[in-house]
């Protein structure tokens, strides 16, 4: 039981970061490697304000808006400077650890006895009774909001435009959108949300560290896969539901394999390993079931 | 409405490879004109249309488009005075989007606010337009255009070039990549459309018959040069034959576009 509700509040609260991922790699089809420093960053700030006696709350707020500043300049590398997609990010994610550094002043900020949202939103809980779920309560709330509000937006013309951008650029150019406009706010909603998770998890986990948003990216793009293949359909609804069940599915396996991976040989410092084949094995599937369906359809005569 | 003076327009200047691709041209288009442009291939049609729609800027010359200078604006605010359909039909549409949502995008050009985008009054509107063509669309509002054929696609395409009535309607070959009885079909949409919304239109296109049957004016390019102008009055005496004659007097062979005249 303690197990699922640890799965259930890790999986909402790495899936707020999965819907960032989902915003640059399916909606814009632009693969942002910024993550894995958005994260921490978002994690970075929240922490060392907390602990500096700011309002966890502004502290938060402020964490999304440097992953939000960071996805803008890895959208002007991109579009102003020219450099490849993949690379931009590199380089983004790349200086962010030592610009991550320089807010924390050390590699480790640990967040006990600090006030956190977390806390504050327990204190509002616990007269009712429900303390102890309070953090899961506390999660899917948010990620429900964010869903819903970004469901909304992907709806509304910007959104429609934003869309487009990563469908055809060349047709939405016609139509008299600046493509180069709607990839830096793509990137910048897509980083703020990684932030926001990042920033989440530091307080969830009563730390920030420098190391933290290592393949975080991986993770976000297996809750992505992992939907898709659970919901194929497109209605960006159905997307983001699919994310967001993709993103528990893959903090569940990733917690069985760590409680009873052991038995097995596994060691927690696997976890990387591991997860990068779940990816590996999610990519693949589509292709191999493709071919096995066609050798079935050849050997019945189809 | 469209004026351009000197127009010129050369890639990879200053090397060995340079190349022309349109050599000083002149030309001025009143309200309301349909031209049709023929040339063979390399012959600058398309550069041509890149260079108004402001998706390349001109090595010289100046283009005026509704009395405003278009020389230098980028392609997104060119966008604003300019509806366009590309030869793929693929190349005017989202697939991955609903009818209805590509209909959005060409509502109001590039001013995309946070309103919800499609609501009942905009599928209202947009079954009237669709109903207007004639190929059964406005009742699949909510398909993905990837589902459409490429005469529907194409179709969908021409509407949104022409939803917003833009100052000046480019088509590049539009039916080129169609069959036979899709891109017949493309050309009366086309037609009807332009001549309802009365739009001034540049049609460039392979097709000879197809350059002599449509619009009051043709030009033909050869090598970024316009070497015939055909105006009001003469090109309905126009034909297929004469045309050739034209060819031949200006001592130009090219069986490709005769082959696909003959055809």
């Known amino acids: ?302 | 409405m469209l004026k351009v003076n000197n127009l010129t327009k050369k890639f990879f200047p200053g090397t060995p490879n340079e190349l022309t691709a349109v050599d000083d041209l002149d030309l001025e288009m009143t309200d309301g004109d349909f031209l049709t442009v023929i040339g063979s291939n390399g012959a600058g049609k398309t550069t041509f249309l890149n260079l108004i729609a402001g998706t390349m800027t001109p090595t010289r010359g100046r283009i005026f488009l509704d009395g405003q200078e278009v020389t230098q604006v980028p392609e997104y605010e060119c966008a604003e005075l300019v509806g366009r359909v590309f030869q793929e039909p693929g190349r005017g549409t989202a697939s991955g989007m609903t009818v209805a949502q590509n209909l959005v995008l060409a509502l109001n050009k590039g001013h995309k606010s946070l309103r919800i985008g499609v609501n009942r009054e905009r599928r209202e509107f947009f079954k009237e337009e669709l109903g207007k063509l004639g190929l059964g669309l406005e009742n699949r509002l909510d398909e993905k255009v990837v589902h459409l054929s490429g005469g529907q696609r194409q179709a969908l395409a021409v509407l949104m070039a022409t939803l917003t009535m833009p100052k000046i309607l480019l088509l590049d070959e539009h039916t080129a990549s169609l069959d036979p009885k899709n891109a017949k079909k493309i050309l009366e949409v086309t037609k009807k459309l332009v001549s309802e919304k009365e739009l001034t239109t540049i049609m460039v296109t392979h097709d000879m018959n197809q350059a002599i049957d449509l619009g009051n004016r043709l030009i033909m390019l050869h090598r970024g040069s316009m070497i015939c102008d055909v105006e009001d009055g003469q090109k309905e005496e126009l034909t297929v034959d004469k045309l050739i004659e034209l060819f031949s007097e200006k001592d130009i062979v090219d069986d490709e576009l005769l082959l696909t005249t003959r055809q």
């Open chain 1, 1 to 302: 039981m303690s197990l699922l509700i640890d799965a259930l509040e890790q999986g909402m609260v790495y899936g707020i970061m999965a819907l960032g991922v989902l915003i640059t790699f399916r909606v814009l089809d632009f693969p942002d490697l910024t993550v894995d420093g958005s994260f921490t960053m978002g994690a970075g700030i929240t922490a060392a304000l907390i602990v500096g006696g700011w309002n966890p709350v502004v502290a938060l707020l402020l964490g999304v808006a440097g992953g939000m500043v960071a996805g803008i300049f890895t959208g002007l590398l991109s579009t102003k400077l020219n450099i490849l997609n993949l690379l931009a990010g590199i380089l983004t994610m790349t200086l962010l650890y030592s610009v991550n550094l320089r807010i924390m002043g050390r590699p480790n900020i640990p967040l006990l006895g600090q006030s956190t949202v977390l806390d504050q939103f327990r204190s509002l809980l616990t007269p009712i009774g429900l303390g102890d779920y309070s953090d899961l309560v506390f999660f899917g709330l948010v990620l429900i909001f964010l869903k819903f509000l970004l469901d909304l937006f992907f709806n509304t013309e910007l959104g429609l435009a934003l869309r487009a951008t990563g469908d055809n650029e060349q047709m939405i150019l016609s139509q008299g959108v600046n493509t180069d406009t709607m990839k830096i706010l793509g990137l910048a909603i897509s980083n703020g949300l990684v932030a926001f998770s990042g920033g989440l998890v530091a307080q969830y986990t009563g730390f920030a560290d420098v190391g933290m948003g290592i393949g975080m990216i991986i993770a976000g793009l297996a809750s992505v896969i992992v939907g898709e293949t659970l919901l194929p359909t497109k209605s960006f609804i159905w997307v983001s539901t699919g994310v967001i069940a993709g993103s528990i599915i893959y903090r569940t396996a990733i917690m069985l394999a760590l409680r009873y991976g052991y038995n097995f040989g596994f060691k927690a410092s696997d976890l990387k390993l591991i997860t990068a084949l779940i990816v590996i094995v999610a990519l693949a599937t589509p292709q191999v079931r493709e071919k096995l369906n066609l050798k079935l359809g050849e050997s019945v005569g189809i």
